[in-house]
């Protein structure tokens, strides 16, 4: 084998393993005070929400882990999620900052409450926010 062909490979071989490394270390990568996704119930009189209904198929445990675990949970709130340095922890794995922004896209215009939205599931209404303990 050349001494091109085995430098070439090499270099793809480290490629591959960077790339497979920067699909799981950011998992493991976290900083700073800790996120949750907090789901308290709301009254049914405070105008439109979200309809997310498990039946037709549109949740799922890897779309919304955080909104069901703080739905399951008695406190309301989801585990936690620490931030990544330098940001690079948010593009490659999945947050309670996307599922709210998920949420905030396919609400009603109305369905907003500040930094929070509601959420309709299994007949009952939450208020859904990130906060931070």
């Known amino acids: 084998m050349r001494s091109v062909t085995r430098t070439f490979l090499a270099v793809l071989l480290v490629v591959l393993v960077g790339l497979l490394a920067l699909g799981a270390l950011p998992s493991y990568l976290g900083s700073g ?26 949740i799922t445990e890897q779309r919304f882990q955080y909104f069901l675990a703080a739905v399951e949970s008695e406190d309301g709130r989801s585990e936690a999620y620490r931030r990544g340095p330098y940001g690079l922890k948010e593009e490659f794995t999945h947050s309670p900052f996307d599922e709210l922004s998920t949420f905030r896209e396919f609400a009603p215009a109305n369905a907003t409450d500040g930094d929070a939205v509601h959420v309709r599931y299994n007949d009952t209404r939450y208020r859904v926010r990130v906060v931070r303990p």
């Open 33 to 58: 005070d800790p996120y949750r996704l907090e789901a308290t119930p709301a009254a049914e009189g405070d105008g439109p929400a979200y309809e997310l209904n498990a039946s037709e198929g549109g």
